[in-house]
């Protein structure tokens, strides 16, 4: 660092988000582990309803630590080492999710080059189809499983083809209002930002079509029906919920903006935004690419 | 390294005046605090006390296994007991320790105002006794808490699991959070808040090792996430990621857990190795040999922690050249390990040692670790784990890298830094009490251990052949003398708290690093402007 005056460093003082935080996330796990559990008997439990709190809650705790942030920001408490700290935290957060991602890929990439052929006798395991499943043929999509289960593979044409160009058009028109934001054209922001949020719905719908597609009786493709529809619904669904939180910040960053938030040179949390947009689309195209064309 | 205070501590800057006379009182204090050394009290705290509900675990599992035969407890109740303590010394203690010690050192040592980002550090301390509230309540379920072995390896955590696993995993998963935050913090703090002139490669070794480790989390935590995940959906929602009926693998949920638990277990090893590479040289009054090697062999560590997942499972019939592979790859961890040991003795080779308890247990450690160490190796050799494989052998292994390796070490760092905590010097006698007491009966507890796992005594189980008994005996009684000895350790940081001896600045007259620049206790808020480094 060859910064000849240190900027002071701002440390909040106290603050009671975390802790409403960490309540939230407490009735998030006793609500989600309780519906679980009574899932054939929901209404033993109260477990969605303290689940749905915590979720209030949670959402809650964002607006009002954010609020905290985008207050302090506003009034020039941050120096540019505080940016730093929060491109840093926020690159290494996305990191964290690659990770996320790659455990379920790693399942998908495992189930197709290991168990699937080893189920039917690959490499030394040719007593294991002999005798387990004499009647089980390997291969990808798995439309029958060992056990007989039967689905359909969803193709890469039509809809997820249609959700690949708009994912890909987001991710340039998020670039695009990067760029007029730092030409400082507000104009041409408001339009490509509020473009990209408007992909990125169109984009969940089409997949909400996808879904209620695979599920009608034609394809039976259902999140039980083996690896093939386990791995299929776990990562196109992972990737619909953060393409949904994606969605959500973007959308933050449009009211923001109109409100007049943001300076060509002082913009992070549009930044990590746009940053998050193209991680959901880069994690699509492997998806992509993984999960329906190979 | 030598460092200078040009700023004074009164000095301050106009623009952060407001955070100052913030120090509320009472609970409110402690649950709204964003002081980097508030939280790491707090994690200290709380890893004691986790440490304490795990010990009494496995003082059941030790008393039941006093002798042959069931006498105490049930099976199923024995299966939940060593799961929980697993999950808790792992989870709950060993890793709240170690970034309680990150979180009260590193801004000190890095010469900055706090950790990176303050109320996100109060977040990840907050949610960790929330998940383990959630995962001690499962005991008060019909089914039970959760009793498939803290690897939960499936299906017993699937197919064959009691009612417990939702709960379980959603605990999981904020102790997720909470590192994976944790660990954010700690690396942009290492790489945004040193002070000017603090070149990565000037930054005490102990930085080093939590920037390493750090990065460790924030690659693996998310994994273990997955993982979880799709135990959840095998359990509860009918996917067959586990279950080869539906074209998945039980075996592959060993091989993504383990992506996750090995690098987690040089997670909790490698902050170890900074704090001995801390106090030996303060107590050697040398300073650490080989200096860069010793970053290049923990970063070395590190990396092949990727790549050696497979040796937790040399029995499951993998392809040989996966045996192989693995075989190799974990062997050549010796490497990176064998130069730091013979750093630390090269570091205390012709040294002037004095034997304070920090350096008792640093020195304890190196031994006891190295032993854990060759342990490993013969564990690493793909035929003769077909011997050891889920042997007492292979709990003795851990148990000497986790208690005399990273327990240790987090004894040695707490005594080290205990003047500088409380500002009071911690009573000798008690400490060496301490010590003496753990090391005899750490050994008595775990090194009849080897024996018994080569004889074939098999782990996770409530009876034993009648040949075993004589060893277990002696185990047993082991464990409850390390269990109370431990208690002393309690008694000397309660009464180190309330008063003693008024320790100076630096109580250690070889002890190197910041912190000692600034008064015992350290002051609530410390290099609001920055230290210049030489």
Excluded at chain 1, 131 to 156: R, S, V
Excluded at chain 1, 261 to 281: E, L
Excluded at chain 2, 87 to 116: E, K, R, S
Excluded at chain 2, 294 to 313: C, D, K, P
Aim: with cysteine; glycine share 8%.
């Amino acid at each position: 660092m060859t910064t000849k005056e240190y900027e002071s460093y701002y440390v909040p003082a106290q603050s009671k988000w975390p802790i409403i935080g960490a309540i939230a996330l407490f009735l998030i796990a006793v609500g989600a582990g309780n519906y679980v559990s009574n899932l054939n008997n929901p209404e033993a439990s109260g477990g969605g309803w303290v689940l749905l709190a915590g979720i209030a809650l949670i959402i809650y705790m964002v607006f009002g630590w954010f609020n905290n942030v985008i207050t302090e920001s506003m009034a020039g408490k941050y120096s540019h080492q505080m940016d730093n700290s929060f491109r840093q935290g926020m690159s290494w957060f996305i990191f964290s999710e690659v990770m996320f991602f790659a455990a379920f890929f790693g399942a998908l990439l495992y189930a197709r080059t290991f168990s699937v052929p080893w189920l039917d006798g690959a490499g030394n395991n040719a007593a294991t189809a002999a005798i387990l499943w004499p009647d089980f043929t390997a291969t990808w999509p798995l439309i029958k499983t060992p056990d007989g289960t039967e689905t359909t593979a969803m193709g890469w044409y039509g809809l997820p083809l249609i959700n690949t160009i708009l994912l890909l058009t987001s991710s340039i028109t998020a670039h695009f209002a990067h760029v007029s934001l730092e030409q400082e054209k507000r104009g041409l922001l408001k339009f490509w930002l509020g473009l990209t949020v408007v992909l990125g719905v169109v984009f969940l719908f089409c997949q909400g079509l996808e879904y209620a597609h695979g599920y009608a009786d034609e394809m039976k493709l259902y999140l039980d029906s083996g690896i093939y529809g386990n791995t299929f619904y776990l990562l196109t669904g992972f990737h619909g919920m953060h393409v949904t939180l994606g969605t959500i910040m973007l959308l933050v960053m449009l009211i923001r903006v109109f409100k007049g938030h943001f300076t060509p040179k002082n913009h992070f949390a549009f930044q990590a935004a746009s940053w998050y947009w193209h991680f959901v689309d880069v994690v699509w195209v492997i998806l992509f690419v993984f999960v329906y064309i190979i | 390294m030598t460092t200078d205070v040009i700023n004074d501590q009164s000095e301050h800057d106009p623009h952060d005046g407001d955070h100052h006379d913030h120090k509320m009182t009472g609970l409110k204090r402690w649950l709204y605090t964003t002081n980097h050394k508030d939280i790491g009290s707090m994690y200290l705290w709380f890893s004691f006390i986790m440490f304490l509900t795990g010990g009494v675990m496995a003082l059941v599992i030790r008393a039941e296994l006093f002798q042959p035969g069931l006498q105490i407890i049930e099976p199923d109740f024995f299966n939940q007991m060593t799961t929980v303590h697993g999950l808790i010394m792992v989870f709950g203690a060993i890793m709240p320790a170690f970034t309680g010690l990150a979180n009260w050192m590193l801004p000190m040592m890095v010469g900055a105002p706090d950790m990176a980002l303050p109320r996100l550090n109060n977040w990840s301390f907050w949610i960790l006794p929330f998940a383990f509230a959630i995962l001690l309540s499962t005991f008060f379920l019909e089914s039970g808490a959760p009793n498939f072995g803290w690897t939960f390896y499936a299906p017993l955590s699937t197919t064959y699991s009691n009612g417990s696993t939702a709960l379980f995993v959603f605990a999981v998963h904020i102790m997720g959070i909470s590192s994976i935050m944790g660990a954010i913090n700690i690396v942009v703090t290492i790489m945004n808040m040193r002070a000017p002139g603090m070149t990565y490669m000037k930054m005490p070794l102990f930085v080093w090792t939590f920037f390493i480790t750090a990065y460790l989390l924030i690659a693996v935590m998310p994994v273990l996430a997955g993982t979880v995940t799709m135990v959840l959906t095998d359990t509860y929602f009918g996917t067959s990621f586990f279950d080869a009926a539906g074209g998945g693998d039980p075996v592959m949920f060993q091989h993504i857990f383990w992506f996750f638990g090995h690098p987690e277990v040089y997670i909790m090893i490698l902050p170890a190795f900074g704090i001995v590479s801390t106090t030996i040289p303060a107590f050697a009054r040398k300073p650490l040999f080989g200096y860069s090697s010793m970053v290049y062999a923990t970063a070395s560590i590190a990396f092949l922690s990727f790549i050696v997942w497979a040796h937790h499972m040399f029995t499951t019939g993998m392809p040989l050249f996966g045996e192989l592979f693995f075989m190799y790859c974990t062997m050549l961890i010796a490497v990176p390990t064998g130069v730091k040991v013979f750093n630390w003795a090269a570091t205390m080779w012709r040294g002037s040692i004095s034997f304070e308890t920090p350096m008792l247990f640093s020195i304890a450690f190196v031994i006891l670790f190295t032993i854990g160490g060759f342990s490993g190796l013969m564990l690493a050799m793909t035929p003769v784990d077909f011997q050891y494989h889920d042997t007492y052998f292979v709990v003795a292994h851990f148990h000497y890298v986790l208690v005399t390796g990273a327990l240790f070490s987090i004894f040695a760092g707490a005594y080290y830094w205990l003047p500088k905590w409380t500002g009071y010097m911690y009573n000798d006698t008690l400490s060496k009490w301490h010590f003496w007491c753990s090391l005899v009966s750490v050994n008595l507890l775990f090194f009849p251990m080897h024996f018994l796992g080569l004889a074939g005594m098999p782990r996770r189980i409530p009876d034993y052949a009648l040949q075993f008994a004589d060893f277990n005996k002696w185990v047993s009684i082991g464990g409850f003398a390390f269990g109370l000895s431990q208690l002393i350790f309690l008694v000397l940081v309660i009464k180190c708290i309330r008063g003693g001896d008024k320790a100076p600045a630096k109580p250690w007259d070889g002890a190197e690093g910041l912190e000692w620049t600034v008064p015992s206790p350290a002051p609530y808020h410390t290099f609001e402007t920055p230290p210049k480094i030489d």
